[in-house]
């Protein structure tokens, strides 16, 4: 579904990615562990093709313009603030794939606790509410690739389990998700495969149950950071 | 179908967005208004004068006040990192242009009508409601110019520190040829002899609006990428 190969990224003089190979299969969730500045942002931000890498290539399955098929959501929720949550749904969907899925809209809002507060200008929304949004518009997009940056930012725990149901739907009905995220113990509870980065390398890329939890928070309090 | 519905939806989210923040909208309005008031105080506008100074005036004006709202509407897909819902969509990025020209000269416009009616109160000039049929032509061509340089150059110097200021030193010296087209081709219209026809004006805002058109598509799917 996605592929990396010998990714590497330098900001001026200084290697961010140094050779990372990673792939991401259909209906399997790869997650990424690495300490704060390891390169897990930018390596998600060159997989979903909004920045170039300085060597090696992307590749998913059709043609490589095409971004529709990928649901990316950074740090930042990429929402309007002024318009309410109904509005910023039905324009994500009117850009997107039209209005074919609005049906199970008012389901998929009520799940996310979102359907009360659905004609409310999203800016006055707390940064959870605003996460779960964001997350959301993923849900109902028809993605077949998403690639998540610490989807679980900002969620409290009700949400974050309800969010990993999701996930493990998506995966069921075939879909790939890339994720990387600091929390060890939610990542480890859906992925199919873990990396992890350590000063721009994959220092560590195993199946999830070769992959112990306590290995990977062991080998994240001692990294060094560069 | 596909490039029309996309287009709509980005000028009606757009609309939607103005109507709630009121933020392009009032800006221009406001330095319009203040513009006028300027011009006032700075030129003595006397009846005599009025005919031969109001179009000159009146661009000026549109030209200054133009640009501060053209500004805000790039603004509003940068904050938030809300550009991303249309980089991952079906939305191209001439559809996505297209939509930012045309919601760029409906707050034109409207500033526009707004800006005429302030003179004709302010100068007691009722010339410029008699003759507004035959000014509705150049005003819709000019417009359309810095709309298609204005949008060009807005999503530009949204990237940089320092954005605002740039933006008035890219858009006036690239403007110049409409500013003159416009001037003239309201000139003409305002004070001309029988039978003189602002024909040969409207041409050159046609033409330049063409060239620009051509240009802008070219170079802003490299400008938003970056």
Redesign the interface.
Request: charged letters at 25%; aromatic letters at 20%.
């Given at each position: 579904m996605l592929r990396l190969t010998d990714i590497g990224k330098t900001y001026g003089l200084r290697p961010v990615l140094k050779g990372v190979n990673a792939r991401v299969e259909k209906g399997e969730i790869f997650v990424l562990f690495g300490h704060n500045g390891a390169g897990k942002t930018t390596l998600l931000k060159i997989a979903?093709g909004?920045m170039p890498p300085t060597k090696g290539k992307v590749e998913f399955p059709g043609n490589q313009d095409d971004?529709?098929r990928?649901?990316?959501l950074?740090h930042?929720?990429?929402?309007?603030?002024?318009?309410t949550v109904l509005?910023n749904i039905r324009?994500?969907l009117?850009?997107?794939?039209?209005k074919e899925r609005t049906t199970n809209l008012r389901e998929t809002l009520t799940d996310f606790g979102l359907w009360q507060r659905r004609n409310d200008?999203v800016k006055a929304l707390s940064q959870g509410m605003k996460r779960r949004l964001a997350l959301m518009k993923g849900l109902i997009s028809g993605?077949g690739l998403f690639i998540l940056d610490e989807p679980f930012s900002g969620l409290d725990i009700r949400w974050k389990d309800t969010l990993i149901e999701r996930f493990m739907e998506i995966r069921k009905n075939g879909g790939s998700l890339l994720i990387a995220t600091h929390l060890v113990h939610e990542g480890c509870r859906i992925a199919d495969r873990i990396g992890l980065l350590e000063n721009g390398a994959m220092a560590f890329l195993e199946e999830r149950e070769r992959a112990a939890e306590a290995i990977i928070q062991e080998r994240l309090k001692n990294e060094i950071c560069r | 179908m596909r490039f029309a519905g996309n287009t709509l939806a980005i000028v009606r989210k757009d609309i939607l967005l103005e109507f709630r923040g009121k933020e392009a909208l009032s800006i221009m309005i406001f330095l319009s208004l203040l513009l006028l008031v300027i011009f006032n105080l700075a030129v003595d506008i006397q009846s005599e004068n009025v005919a031969s100074l109001a179009s000159g005036i009146l661009w000026v004006v549109f030209a200054f006040s133009g640009i501060l709202g053209m500004g805000k509407t790039s603004l509003s897909e940068r904050d938030d990192g809300a550009y991303l819902n249309i980089l991952f969509s079906t939305v191209s990025m001439e559809s996505f242009y297209i939509a930012k020209v045309i919601s760029n000269l409906i707050f034109l416009l409207l500033m526009e009508v707004f800006t005429i009616l302030s003179f004709v109160i302010l100068f007691n000039y009722e010339r410029l409601i008699r003759t507004f049929p035959a000014l509705a032509i150049p005003l819709l061509l000019g417009s359309l110019g810095f709309s298609i340089v204005g949008t060009l150059f807005s999503f530009l110097s949204t990237g940089s520190r320092f954005g605002e200021i740039i933006l008035p030193f890219l858009f006036l010296p690239l403007v110049v040829p409409v500013l003159i087209g416009g001037v003239s081709a309201t000139d003409i219209i305002l004070n001309g002899s029988p039978g003189e026809s602002p024909a040969k004006w409207l041409k050159v805002l046609v033409v330049f609006d063409l060239l620009y058109l051509f240009i802008s598509l070219i170079l802003f799917r490299h400008i938003v990428e970056e």
């Open positions: 979903a909004i971004r529709s990928i649901f990316y950074g930042r929720n990429s929402l309007y603030g002024e318009l509005e324009f994500f009117d850009i997107r794939n039209g200008p993605a | -």
